[in-house]
């Protein structure tokens, strides 16, 4: 079975919008996009790259491949893998790119996604996305949250644990401390979630 992996920057107070750049996506009128760029670091980087490295295939909403379609073609040299992987885009008006190969997924998107991860193929890797992501976790399909976690709050802006969010269990399985304070996070899941009483 196909594992379905979130990669995300995401601020102390949960915001994942716009992280990469000012012009990423202001809807909202969001004010603070580039909000991860003064938080470089080489040990977080080399784990990204780790990451882009690995032989997957994305699963994007319409506006984070809308974004990437009009970059990605272009920097092939910095992820290859990007430009070769099945890109599959959750879309009820959109169904065809250049940017290939593409496969657009309309309708009932949680159904056609557990028949993905049901399917043959390398492990589904998300980005941004964040609509498709309140779709996905509402229907328990995630199966691993890869969190860059910065050290700021923003108080605005599309946050990841919004209104799809269920009761869920996870463990760590990976964590590194950036020189930044930028901290990387693996969260597998792992169950339902177990309730008790704390001992003083």
């Known amino acids: 079975m196909r ?63 809308d974004i990437w379609a009009a970059f990605w073609p272009q920097h ?14 959750a879309s009820n008006t959109r169904t065809s790119s250049e940017w290939q190969p593409s496969v657009f997924l309309n309708g009932d998107v949680a159904k056609k996604v557990a028949e993905l991860k049901q399917g043959p193929g390398p492990d589904l890797h998300i980005w941004g996305s964040g609509n498709l992501l309140q779709t996905l976790m509402k229907h328990d399909l995630i199966d ?36 930044t304070g930028v901290i990387l996070v693996n969260y597998e899941r792992a169950g339902a979630v177990q309730t008790g009483t704390v001992s003083p």
Do not use: C
Request: charged share 20%; no cysteine.
């Open 3 to 65: 594992k379905i992996t979130v990669l995300e920057h995401i601020t102390l107070d949960g915001v994942i919008q716009a992280g990469g750049g000012p012009d990423e996506d202001t809807s909202g009128g969001f004010a603070y996009g580039g909000w991860a760029a003064a938080f470089d670091d080489d040990a977080i980087g080399a784990a990204i790259k780790k990451m882009l490295d690995l032989p997957i295939d994305l699963l994007l909403g319409r506006k984070t491949f």
């Open 76 to 89: 092939g040299d910095i992820w290859p893998g990007v430009n070769t992987a099945t890109k599959y885009i």
């Open 144 to 179: 691993n949250f890869w969190l860059m976690i910065y050290p700021i709050t923003l108080g605005e802006g599309k946050k990841l644990f919004a209104e799809g969010t269920i009761p869920a269990a996870f463990k760590v399985t990976e964590s590194i401390v950036g020189s």
